[in-house]
């Protein structure tokens, strides 16, 4: 049964209002099919499907649809059916939901929301972008350390319907701090009679809520997790982060980080469906700057104007010197962000990252060099001028080693340096690092020439 | 406790051969905080602390330390006891060992392994390089459909020692077909008279055996699967694909595809410990190849050496020029590949993403265009020889819409080719669309400047 064939199925039900093969489209189908079903559906007719279930699987599907059609859904029904599906919605997705609605509507719906439920979305809401708190979930399942293994099962099945996940348990002590971890499989296999504080994980592993969500996926990939514990500057439990919540984060920061380094900026959304004053001015932005600072190619190009009219082939060098810098400088540029993102190289590292890009730098602009020299040898006669054939191969071959280290250097020390001074080493990109090396590259290339040939 | 404390505890323990101190260090941590621990040790050390554990808890640890640990401690212990720890690895993450492992070691390892076991390798080992089938593994947990609940759980028991988790269980008939799929959190909750087959979910979601590992993810993310069953052709289930190697499988692609679109090609390993000449070998190639098309930017210039002598003005912006194309055509790459990765844009897209990319490369270009105008006209009458300063300045201004129009084109194209050619699209980088585009550049702008100037 795949999406194209049940859509025009459910129109029909629609149509002729057959409740009992609605309901059945709810309660048989998975949350994320049948969201995938109401993107072809209309607001109302997404309502009128819903209204064929409980408010809890309503709960369970509304996450799973496109953000912007759930705030065309809030718009398009009553503020009172809506607070109580926010009630039953998982902690974390209605608070998404929140952040994408306008203030005046925010305003006019938590009111109404259940007390409880209004602080728990208040304190979720407080924690700053990009922190564990603000990917976490506060619908974990939790039980007391003297709880016996029978009774336990008990506590969970209460939980159950309110959490995010019961795989994962956390043992709480009265002050609610985290003394230790049950997963559903040790209860499984454990003597009902044994007590959870018997059988529970002492080891604890857990992240701070202010600690940085990419930092957070990293740790839960290591030690394979479900979920990770978010615990407050005591120690205290204050949320879970679950392990489809943490792939959102990985997949959403590898695309963040490519489109920065291709230049692009970031780009939350399907590519197919941004529209074109958005797309234009977000790449015109980051074009235009890239294009000022290429000017100064130009005003650096004339300083070395009469060189150029003296011997012609020096100008024909050019393009090729100055790529070399960009690939070298964006090769370089690329391992670091990537080593920087995957956690293999911190800003303490710059000094063997330093002296690692240097050696390297000088190998591969050695290898370069010697096919620039082989080709430089080959100038033809008319574009030398009076200059000799062998030093200008002996300038090139020169330029493009140091170039070539100069763009290693830059490529790999800039994104450590964005780091330090705060910002996202993928800002350093590719075109970023290719224009920074263009107008020094011209400078060394024309220095070494000048000392040599002219 | 951190590792760096725990480390010089272990190593006394060691020394002193506390047995007692050894065995709770192995029985209370984490696999990967052992495994953290052990990178620190000799391969003899690391045998030694795991002497004081089950074969079942060292089979555990085993996967979580670096490949290349794996790899010396399979040569640093005998082969009977190899073989068993094998038998009790997880199905997936032996077959990753014995793809690490040299042939004439697996070749004497196998034959003393179990034959069911052996039988199970050779199957997994047998799936195409990023298919389904290469990622999954086939220690899952199974039910019949005509199984009571409270039977189950009795079932699930005696196959939670050897499954990869029993969270998720898949409900087969008696020849293997998967019939429908139960969560533990659903068994839980379901009375303990009911028949698996009446709270089973029905809706079968599952992944191709040959399936690419990519798209696995991407449904896996999709659904919020802890694991998505794998089947062959006639539906029968073959293995499953947990969460944890998912994120691995994300994480992986996205380095891959930053380096590709680096011009690094692929490395998969940690930036501070690939060897430097490897590290040279892989850069060098990449760098050399663009060096060598790069060449022919020389050719090309040469072709309009005369239009540059009675012009000097018009060399002064060829660098201007070229990274116009050079950066709308990595922004264009950049942003296709991730969408294409994301599976947000197909090949059969192709002439949406034309349309729309022939239409965001004028406005670019037109932007850039006005930039490069006013710039243009305030060109130094010393380099302007006896061309007309407007002239230029309109000359300048078209070869910038243009060439940016042609790298956007470029950009956006090469892309799709690729992935149509059969190759990664990722191959479309920055310094490899920089590249073709000068060359292709260089023309356009002289023929402009021909047309209007010479």
Aim: glycine share 6%; hydrophobic share 50%.
């Amino acid at each position: 049964m795949t999406d194209h064939l049940l859509l025009p199925d459910i129109r029909i039900m629609l149509a002729e209002t057959d409740d009992a093969g609605l309901a059945a489209v709810m309660s048989e189908l998975h949350p994320a099919t049948i969201a995938d079903c109401c993107e072809g559906l209309s607001i109302e007719e997404i309502w009128q499907l819903f209204e064929h279930t409980s408010i809890e699987k309503q709960a369970h599907v509304f996450p799973f649809l496109p953000r912007a059609k759930q705030v065309q859904m809030v718009r398009g029904t009553g503020q009172e059916h809506m607070s109580r599906l926010i009630e039953k919605m998982p902690h974390d997705e209605r608070v998404r939901l929140l952040k994408s609605l306008s203030h005046d509507v925010v305003d006019s719906l938590l009111p109404l929301v259940a007390k409880a439920d209004r602080q728990d979305i208040r304190m979720l809401l407080s924690y700053p972008e990009n922190s564990a708190g603000s990917v976490m979930t506060t619908d974990y399942s939790w039980l007391p350390p003297d709880i016996r293994v029978s009774d336990a099962f008990a506590n969970l099945r209460q939980q159950a319907h309110h959490s995010e996940t019961i795989y994962y348990t956390y043992v709480l002590d009265p002050e609610r701090h985290l003394v230790g971890f049950v997963s559903l499989y040790d209860l499984i296999l454990a003597p009902p009679t044994a007590q959870v504080s018997e059988i529970m994980q002492r080891e604890l592993i857990s992240v701070r809520v202010d600690q940085n969500k990419e930092e957070v996926a990293r740790k839960m990939q290591k030690f394979d997790f479900l979920a990770m514990p978010v615990v407050d500057a005591e120690n205290r439990l204050v949320g879970i982060v679950t392990h489809d919540d943490m792939i959102d984060v990985v997949v959403q920061e590898a695309t963040d980080d490519a489109l920065k380094m291709g230049g692009v900026g970031s780009m939350a959304e399907n590519y197919m469906k941004v529209p074109l004053v958005t797309m234009w001015r977000n790449r015109a932005g980051w074009l235009s700057c890239l294009f000022v600072a290429e000017l100064f190619t130009f005003t650096a190009l004339a300083q070395f104007e009469h060189d150029m009219e003296e011997i012609v082939a020096l100008s024909l060098f050019i393009p090729l010197c100055l790529s070399t810098g960009g690939n070298s400088g964006a090769q370089a540029a690329t391992l670091i962000t990537r080593a920087m993102a995957l956690g293999y190289v911190r800003i303490s590292d710059w000094w063997r990252v330093l002296r690692h890009e240097l050696i390297l730098g000088l190998m591969l602009g050695v290898t370069l060099g010697i096919l620039g020299f082989f080709r430089a040898s080959l100038t033809p006669q008319s574009v030398l001028g009076n200059a000799n054939r062998w030093m200008l191969a002996l300038v090139i071959a020169q330029a493009v080693t140091l170039i070539c280290i100069w763009g290693t250097l830059v490529g790999s020390m800039l994104p450590l340096i964005f780091r330090r001074l705060g910002f996202d080493p993928a800002y350093a990109s590719s075109p970023f690092v290719a224009t920074f090396v263009d107008v020094t590259g011209i400078v060394i290339y024309f220095s070494i020439a000048s000392v040599f040939l002219l």
